[in-house]
């Protein structure tokens, strides 16, 4: 995100003197500590301009001078200055299984703290809020000194209509139904955006490779869960009734006789998720079978991807992938989740997928894997929250002249 905030206001109706003042951020964001001298020298911009941008950024406390080394002429020591990652900070909060997990996260995208509430399977609306109000008050105590709190991001499994803020439903707490995150907000005073966890872990990949703002990027997480989200041109898609890209709950057959947690049979998830194989494969498996972080490390070990149970779901999630390929034709695939970690299963699944391809189609897309803990979507989700916020404050006040 701050390597790119130098064009945060490219496409608006924004002065010069505000680009600039965004591009002089930018460098302290990505190359400090440095001077006022070297921004000028790098960005081309005048020096004037610099030094009013680089003042009010630190009347605004966004900016500290860390030290001073010896300058060009004798006397004139060239002060250093940094950028102060704290000065606003965003809480992120997603679920994984049947856990909310928040994270408070600076502008640098550091996690500064974290916290995990566990969620029963009959939680309902009043008790998935009161988790949200226990997770901030934790969080709310780890918050630095003099930073500005933007607001709330979550991002959510099953049907999320981001639109008015209402969590629809979701098949692994079938209690929550039409869930107004307009309360929480207004309880804890900020604004509260929700979105597709998918979606937010997608969006985190096309801001960081600049290539996939030109390209259709199908992701996929195979986790507690299957899900996936689509991003065409950089574009996240979605729907106006809040799901996209179900692909958990593609059927097998009518005739399958498992139930899934949807209310449905014959969901992919039903033999592929790891809520539906996680009896199968828990004697042989150490460690948490909820948390895909640990169980990610676990997977690692290449005698796993012989289970049967394992082994099972990699040929349905195959089959999968090669049907939700012949629909969006992407350029990119990129797999998300503990059981791609293992690198038999992963190479199971690329050559498949390069066997049935079609010949137009073998060499022209990229399948690549994600670890299960890059938690994409607790960066991805707060990105609109500074953008936001940095559009208001990168701007020049003073005339520089």
Not at 56 to 61: H, K, M, V, W
Not at 208 to 227: E, S, T
Not at 243 to 269: M, N, W, Y
Not at 334 to 341: C, K, L
Request: glycine share 8%; hydrophobic share 45%; with cysteine.
């Amino acid at each position: 995100m701050l390597s790119t905030i130098g064009s945060i206001h490219d496409g608006e109706r924004y002065r010069l003197k505000d680009r600039e003042k965004a591009l002089v951020f930018e460098k302290l964001a990505t190359s400090a500590p440095c001077s006022r001298k070297w921004i000028a020298e790098q960005t081309g911009i005048r020096p004037t301009t610099v030094s009013w941008a680089v003042k009010e950024l630190i009347e605004e406390r966004f900016v500290t001078a860390v030290a001073a080394v010896e300058g060009d002429r004798p006397g004139r020591p060239a002060v250093l200055l940094q950028l102060e990652f704290n000065r606003l900070v965003a809480v992120s909060m997603y679920v994984q299984a049947r856990e909310l997990r928040t994270a408070l996260i600076n502008l640098a995208e550091e996690i500064v703290a974290e916290h995990i509430e566990p969620l029963a399977p009959d939680t309902d609306n009043r008790e998935f809020l009161q988790a949200c109000v226990r997770s901030f008050a934790v969080i709310g105590r780890h918050v630095p000194a003099g930073a500005e709190i933007l607001g709330i991001a979550l991002s959510l499994v099953g049907t999320v209509a981001s639109g008015n803020n209402t969590w629809v439903s979701a098949a692994r707490w079938r209690n929550i139904r039409a869930l107004d995150f307009g309360l929480l907000s207004e309880q804890l005073g900020l604004p509260v955006t929700i979105s597709r966890m998918q979606d937010s872990e997608l969006e985190y990949l096309v801001q960081k490779n600049l290539a996939y703002q030109q390209k259709d990027v199908l992701f996929v997480h195979w986790g507690f869960g299957i899900g996936a989200a689509y991003a065409h041109g950089g574009a996240v898609m979605g729907s106006t009734i809040g799901r996209f890209c179900e692909i958990g709950h593609t059927r097998l057959s009518l005739d399958h006789g498992k139930p899934c947690q949807c209310g449905a049979v014959g969901c992919l998830e039903t033999e592929a998720a790891l809520w539906a194989i996680r009896a199968e494969i828990a004697e042989d498996i150490r460690g948490s079978l909820t948390d895909e972080r640990e169980l990610g490390r676990t997977m690692r070990c290449p005698e796993i991807a012989d289970h049967p149970a394992i082994t099972r779901a990699t040929h349905n999630v195959m089959l999968a992938l090669l049907n939700i390929h012949q629909i969006f034709y992407p350029d990119v695939i990129v797999i998300a989740g503990p059981f791609t970690e293992n690198e038999v299963v992963f190479g199971r699944l690329c050559r498949f997928l390069r066997s049935q391809l079609p010949d137009y189609a073998r060499d022209q897309v990229e399948i690549r894997a994600v670890t299960a803990d890059f938690r994409g979507c607790a960066r991805g989700s707060v990105y609109r929250f500074f953008r936001s916020r940095l559009k208001q404050l990168l701007t020049l006040r003073a005339t520089a002249n």
